[in-house]
């Protein structure tokens, strides 16, 4: 992966990957993306979708910080991007 910016096509199919069951997910994904879109790297598209892969609930537990990611979960790009999506207004 690298810190190259992701184009336009590949944002579009990103968002669309990252629609979620529950509203609560969604709207951390919504601020993610008025945030960082103009600004996200391919390193950091694939820390989110390594986090799409996970289900509503095991999101929402990682999100609120109920719980940390563990093992294989904890790559840096994940991380990163965890990090991000639980940053505060």
Do not use: H
């Not at 336009?8 to 960082?36: H, M, P, Q, T, V």
């Not at 109920?66 to 790559?75: I, S």
């Amino acid at each position: 992966m690298t810190d190259a910016l992701i184009d336009e096509r590949a944002l579009s199919k990103l968002k669309w990957r990252c629609r979620r069951g529950l509203l609560e997910n969604d709207l951390f994904i919504e601020r993610f993306f008025k945030r960082y879109e103009a600004v996200l790297t391919e390193r950091q598209a694939e820390g989110l979708r390594q986090l799409m892969d996970l289900s509503d609930n095991d999101l929402m537990d990682l999100l609120l910080a109920r719980k940390e990611p563990e093992g294989e979960q904890a790559t840096p790009e994940f991380l990163e991007v965890l990090g991000m999506l639980r940053t505060p207004l």
